[in-house]
Every structure is written in structure tokens, then in C-alpha cells.
């Protein structure tokens, strides 16, 4: 058998009486990618950290690269042994440019003075090497999110890495800079750097890795190679359950067939969106698929009075409302779950009782116009127990908790709004698979109460399995809606030949 790159044996970590890890082992071998999976809390994070030097293993484990040990709990060593580490938050500074980024730290210089021209000199060679379109000159600030990923790497190959950990890279990459970024790691490949990636999206765990070992409650479950990757089994070892219990609706399969709730009529902002039109009905969930750019979000948030439209109107039980501005749908009954909770739906250094009454304290108004705490913390616990809300209190910041908590936090707050249309915007986005499946579970309950749903996402295994319609946009206009029969299932390929207009089968919306 040869050497890996990287062998880590029996790492273990204790955090107090917490066993964050318990005796994992991982290898990576060089040019492969080894995926690593598993729900939040499961010691992904933990793991790298304990790669990279920021945190010191329990005695008894050891890493070795390329055979060698590695003195752990010294980032200087790891970085020195040809270890980095990419995170999801980006650390750069947008103020510098991609030279002085890559070289932060670590300045070329002079006589005392910083060297920019050497800096750039050895930076242009890097990004040719990676192929980007951008300069060392250029200043930060001004790149993409995608573009931004492409400087992380850029300084990780300039520190001579050997091997790179990619933490869920393209949660806020277009389709086209992910694209991008599965060509750069395929360079990267070639060249023989190991990569450890690690994301949610399983489409990605199919493209890009070569093996994929899980994770669950900070212990090692297994590893399936390429030939063997699949959902059922990867869901199986990160939840320990089958993945058939994902998707299961207990809604009526009739839910479509109830009363009209919500009519949109000709809805446009002049801009992305055109004469959209369409219905929801009470009990229904009704999905919305198509590619980056189509103009689901924006027409959700024309609806919702978020944006300004330029024609259309919507209606609810058959009365016209005004929606322009969330204040108006709220009180018509219809709420929106934006696709960014972190910049645009949560208060994260609130706490979770206050960012689940901030739509209704003027409920806890008492005399003279002062909030009753006693009514919002009855309210707030109430939907903590309700939607399974995994925090030690209500009164700890939403900033503290997984993705999965935070978007069951958003979403107690909408439903505290009592709406009869919930609009929810990627609801699964950044959360790990067991999250998914109890978000899953939140969707049908409230169709079965009655509530109309709209679900838009850019997963359609999800689309799929959550929804009893599937309306399909492209490039701002409804290329059609697709509504499953016995004999005639909605599948991936219809969605997608709708999607990108290389087939004309419609329905009536």
C-alpha cells in the first residue's frame, strides 16, 4: 500500500465534558479529491481545525504527511507542511488588492520597505495558473464572490500548498463561477494537491470527489469511493436513517384542488421579470425551479412588495391587494422567506425569542404603550418546542446557531404572522442534510394545516419531492407549469428542458 499524502489517525477532542471527536481517522492521497460529509455538529469543522494547527488533538492520535508526523496545534508547522485551509467566510481584505491579499502577512520587501513589484511579479504567474481573468493590481472589492474563492486559492498556492480544505465553497456562487471553480480543481488535481472538500450539495460530492468518508456526532462512520457514491447510502451513514423518509408527504395527494388563495396576474418590474402569472391554492405546495438568473427571487420579492413592480396585481380570495411593501403583504397574509437570512432575514446578534416576535410586538403592547416580555417569551418558547429548535435557551443569540436553527428561527417568526401564503425562498440553502429533512417535514405540515406554500429552489431533487406542481421560469418569463400524474411523473429532465427552452410542454398556470 503507499503513502498518503495525509493520514490522520484517531483524532480525538474534547471541548469540557463535550466529545467533539472521538478516534476519527482520514486520508487524503495526492491529486484527489476526498469529499467530507456529515449534518452540523458532526466534527467536520473541529477536524480541520485540528488539520491546520487552530486547535491541539486529545493525546493519543497523530498525522502524518507523506509519512512524516506532523507537531500539531501550530498553524505555522501546518501551513510550513503544505496545509491550508479555505473557509466559507472569506478572509480577505476587500480594501487591498489581489497582490497584497495573497501576500498579507507575509510582504516581499525592500530595505524595510514593501516590495509591491515583487509581489506582483510572483502573484501574475499564479493566477495565469489558474486561468482568471483579473490582475494582481486589481483591487479586491471590485471582484465576484466566485472571483474572491479564486484569490483564496491563489494565496494557498502561493504558501507552496500541498494539500487544501475547501469548506462549502460555492454557497454563494452563480452556476457559472462554480463551473469556474470545478475547473480550477480539476487543474489542481492534475497538478497532485490533494483537496478536502466539504459541502452539503451531494450533486458536487458526485461530480468533483474521488472518495467521500461521513461524519456523525463527532464520530467516523465510513468511506464509499466514486463507484459507490450514491444518496441513499450517503444519507444512511450521515442521518443513520433511509433516505425514502426524506421526501415523504403526508398532505393530500389532492392538495391542489383546493380553493384559490393567492392569484398573481401579469406581474413585471420591466426589467427581469414579464407577465408572470399564476395560482396557489390552499393545502398546495407549489414549486418553483429554473437556472440562476431566471427571475424566481425577483418575482417572489415583487410579490411580497420588496421591489417596486411596473404592472401586474396579485389577489387574494379573489380581492385585489397592494403589496408594495412587505407591511401590506404581511397584513393581506402572505410572507417571504428571503433566500439570504443571514444579510437580509435574521438579526444575529439578537436573540432567538426577540427575531421570533419582531413581526408581531405590537401584540405584547401593554399600558402606556409598554411590551409585556412575559406574552413574547410565552409565544417565543412555545415555537422553540414546536419546530425543534436545537439551542441550550431562547435567549442565546441566532448568531450562535447551526444554518438549520437559524432558518426554523426565520421561520417561526413568519408563521407567527398567522399568513395563509408562505413564500420560501431556497429554504434548505447552507444547511446539512438532517436540517433538510426536518425542514421537509415543516413544509408538509403546513400544507396539511391549509397554508398555500410556493417553494423556490435550485435543487430539484427537492423540488421534486416536495412539491404537487412545478412551475418552471426562464429568463423571467413562466416557461410552463408540470403537474404529476400516476402515470406520468415530473422529472428532472422535463424540468430542465423547460428550464433552458428545448422543449415547448406547457400547462396552463
Known amino acids: 500500500m503507499t503513502t498518503p499524502l495525509l493520514d490522520m489517525r484517531d483524532i480525538s477532542k474534547t471541548f469540557g465534558p463535550v466529545k467533539a471527536l472521538s478516534k476519527v481517522s482520514l486520508r487524503a492521497e495526492a491529486g484527489q479529491v476526498h469529499a467530507l460529509m456529515g449534518e452540523n455538529g458532526a466534527g467536520k469543522s473541529t477536524l480541520m481545525k485540528i488539520l491546520s494547527g487552530a486547535y491541539t488533538p486529545d493525546p493519543g492520535g497523530e498525522i502524518l504527511i507523506d509519512g512524516a508526523p506532523l507537531q500539531t496545534g501550530n498553524p505555522k508547522l501546518s501551513k510550513a507542511a503544505g496545509i491550508a485551509v479555505i473557509y466559507q467566510e472569506l478572509s480577505l481584505s476587500p480594501n487591498l488588492t489581489v497582490a497584497e491579499n495573497i501576500f498579507l502577512g507575509n510582504e516581499r520587501s525592500r530595505r524595510g520597505i514593501v516590495d509591491r513589484a515583487a509581489m506582483h511579479r510572483e502573484t501574475a504567474p499564479i493566477l495565469e495558473r489558474l486561468g482568471v481573468s483579473f490582475t494582481p493590481g486589481t483591487r479586491v472589492s471590485s471582484l465576484s464572490l466566485g472571483e474572491r474563492q479564486l484569490v483564496e486559492i491563489a494565496r494557498a498556492l502561493s504558501s507552496r500548498a500541498r494539500i487544501i480544505v475547501m469548506d462549502e465553497p460555492t454557497t454563494s456562487l452563480s ?57 441513499e447510502a450517503l444519507v444512511k451513514m450521515m442521518v443513520g436513517r433511509d433516505v425514502s423518509s426524506f421526501y415523504k408527504k403526508a398532505h393530500s395527494a389532492e392538495a391542489g384542488s383546493g380553493e384559490v388563495v393567492m392569484r398573481v396576474e401579469g406581474m413585471s418590474d420591466g426589467r427581469l421579470v414579464r407577465d408572470c402569472s399564476f395560482e396557489v391554492r390552499r393545502g398546495e405546495v407549489l414549486g418553483i425551479a429554473g437556472l440562476v438568473g431566471s427571475g424566481r427571487t425577483e418575482l417572489a420579492r415583487l410579490i411580497y412588495g420588496a421591489d417596486s413592480a411596473t404592472a401586474g396585481k396579485v389577489t387574494m380570495h379573489g380581492q385585489e391587494v397592494t403589496p408594495n411593501a412587505p407591511r401590506a403583504a404581511l397584513d393581506a397574509g402572505i410572507v417571504y422567506l428571503t433566500e439570504d437570512r443571514k444579510a437580509l432575514g435574521l438579526f444575529l446578534d439578537m436573540t432567538i425569542d426577540d427575531n421570533i416576535n419582531m413581526c408581531v410586538m405590537e401584540r405584547d403592547s401593554g399600558p402606556m404603550g409598554l411590551r409585556r416580555f412575559a406574552e413574547a417569551a410565552k409565544r417565543s418558547a412555545k415555537a422553540f418546542k414546536s419546530l425543534a429548535i436545537k439551542a441550550p435557551s431562547p435567549r442565546i443569540t441566532v448568531g450562535s446557531l447551526s444554518g438549520g436553527n437559524q432558518q426554523k428561527v426565520l421561520l417561526a417568526r413568519l408563521l407567527e404572522a398567522q399568513p395563509e401564503v408562505i413564500i420560501l425562498d431556497e429554504p434548505t440553502r447552507g444547511v446539512d442534510v438532517g436540517a433538510k429533512s426536518e425542514i421537509y417535514r415543516l413544509i408538509d405540515g403546513l400544507a396539511q394545516e391549509g397554508l398555500a406554500v410556493v417553494m423556490i429552489s435550485s435543487e430539484l431533487p427537492e423540488v421534486l419531492g416536495v412539491s404537487d406542481r412545478v412551475m418552471v421560469m426562464r429568463e423571467g418569463t413562466i416557461a410552463g407549469t408540470l403537474t404529476p400524474t400516476p402515470e406520468a411523473p415530473v422529472t428532472q429532465e422535463a424540468i430542465m428542458q423547460l428550464s433552458t427552452g428545448s422543449q415547448a410542454r406547457t400547462e396552463a398556470a
Do not use: P
Not at 193 to 216: F, G, K, P, Q
Not at 217 to 230: A, I, P, R
Open 175 to 231: 452556476m457559472r463561477e462554480t463551473d469556474k471553480l470545478f475547473d480550477v480543481i480539476a487543474g489542481l488535481k492534475a497538478e497532485g494537491i490533494a483537496i478536502i472538500y466539504i459541502s452539503h450539495r451531494m450533486d458536487e460530492i458526485y461530480r468533483l470527489s474521488d472518495w467521500c468518508s461521513v461524519l456523525r456526532d463527532g464520530s467516523y462512520v465510513g468511506t464509499l469511493d466514486k463507484e459507490n457514491l450514491n444518496a
